[in-house]
């Protein structure tokens, strides 16, 4: 499929450049909604950083004692580049899920035409034998009752020949 590579690296690209803009517009978004900024950027941001701390540590091999200190979290703007970023990466992700899913949905829907359609010709086959069959049974039956048809008429043809020999005289020499 090397045709099918460049384009899908295409697509992807365009996803990504369209998925910039919309992150620029969350940025913009929760700098001016408190709602927007404390509801659905930050709280996403502040758990990915909790992971990746945790993940980085467990990485390093350094344990966290009870008496260490607790996983620091992100200040607001931190956060809020943090969270817009994801977002614009979760919108590429929903895109490329939703185009997969129409791709699968597509294929489907092409392979039940495909069988439907070959199930109709199998089906059809099938009616053709049948009459084919069906005839072939007339055509024996008929042919069965010319057989005894002609049995009918020979037998009556030497009935008469008999009857004829019979009623002719001889001849004498």
């Given at each position: 499929m090397p045709v099918g590579f460049p384009i899908a690296k295409l697509g992807a690209l365009v996803i990504k450049q369209v998925a910039k803009p919309l992150a620029n517009i969350?940025?913009?978004?929760?700098?001016?909604?408190?709602?927007?900024?404390?509801y659905v950027l930050m709280p996403p941001a502040q758990f990915y950083h909790w992971c990746e701390v945790r993940m980085k540590m467990y990485v390093m091999n350094i344990t966290r004692s009870k008496e260490s200190a607790p996983i620091p979290r992100l200040n607001e703007e931190a956060a809020i580049e943090l969270g817009?970023?994801?977002?614009?990466?979760?919108?590429?992700?929903?895109i490329a899920v939703a185009i997969l899913a129409f791709e699968v949905t597509r294929q489907k829907e092409k392979d039940r035409k495909k069988e439907e359609k070959e199930?109709?010709?199998?089906?059809?086959?099938?009616?053709?034998?049948?009459?084919?069959?069906f005839a072939n049974e007339e055509l024996d039956t008929k042919?069965?009752?010319l057989t005894r048809t002609i049995y009918a008429t020979q037998h009556?043809?030497?009935?008469?020949?008999?009857?004829?020999?019979?009623?002719?005289?001889?001849?004498i020499k």
């Amino acid at each position: 499929m090397p045709v099918g590579f460049p384009i899908a690296k295409l697509g992807a690209l365009v996803i990504k450049q369209v998925a910039k803009p919309l992150a620029n517009i969350a940025k913009s978004r929760a700098k001016n909604s408190h709602i927007f900024r404390t509801y659905v950027l930050m709280p996403p941001a502040q758990f990915y950083h909790w992971c990746e701390v945790r993940m980085k540590m467990y990485v390093m091999n350094i344990t966290r004692s009870k008496e260490s200190a607790p996983i620091p979290r992100l200040n607001e703007e931190a956060a809020i580049e943090l969270g817009a970023n994801l977002l614009g990466e979760g919108v590429i992700f929903g895109i490329a899920v939703a185009i997969l899913a129409f791709e699968v949905t597509r294929q489907k829907e092409k392979d039940r035409k495909k069988e439907e359609k070959e199930a109709d010709f199998i089906n059809s086959l099938e009616h053709r034998i049948n009459e084919l069959a069906f005839a072939n049974e007339e055509l024996d039956t008929k042919l069965r009752e010319l057989t005894r048809t002609i049995y009918a008429t020979q037998h009556q043809l030497q009935e008469l020949t008999v009857l004829i020999k019979e009623k002719t005289p001889t001849p004498i020499k």
